[in-house]
């Protein structure tokens, strides 16, 4: 057992001894918003939103970007659970803000295993085979972080699933202050109707 895993499983057992009445926690969050966000490990967002188990649909991926997959989230969200507003919310420092799509695909084209960030941006360091598949993949990474916001609100706002009534707020989530900025453009896009 790796030393990962078994403090994974010690946590979780620790966990169940106070899990209490969470079992009879409803399935649409109590208090009906979801959160698309980033999976940076520095944003917990039941902290930085004052969230408990239960109140709410958190929606991560890297970068927290307007992906199909998180719009079908949100969809399900609304449609199925009752979410009644949205947030997206990126944050400053992002590794998205790293790399393009070219540097992603040219890395795995040489090598599947981890690469390394120094001066001169991203190195292969491991050793062959990569993958052709990268191509195919749309990395959605970010050149500026403000215009992803208000790009992603734009897409969800436009998404023929979405319905109008939805208000999707936009805000970046300040890594040195733990502040969440507001970022008007992407609010006002995301205005319910």
Known sequence: MSKILKEVLDANKK???????KGKLAMPPA???????CMDARLDPAKYAGLAEGDAHVIRNAGGRASDDAIRS????YKLLGTREWFVIHHTNCGMETFTDDI??????????????????WKDVGKGPGSAEAMYIDWL??????????SDVQRIRNHP???????????????????LLEIKEATKAGKAA
């Open 15 to 21: 966990y169940v001894k106070s899990f209490g009445d």
């Open 31 to 37: 208090r009906a918003f979801a959160i698309l966000t």
């Open 74 to 77: 949100l969809v399900i969200s």
């Open 104 to 121: 992603m695909r040219n890395l795995l084209a040489k090598s599947l295993q981890t690469a390394s960030l120094g001066k001169g941006g």
């Open 141 to 150: 990474t970010i050149s500026d972080n403000a215009k992803s916001v208000v």
């Open 161 to 179: 699933l979405v319905p109008k009534s939805i208000p999707i707020h936009g805000y970046i989530y300040d890594v040195a202050t733990g502040k």
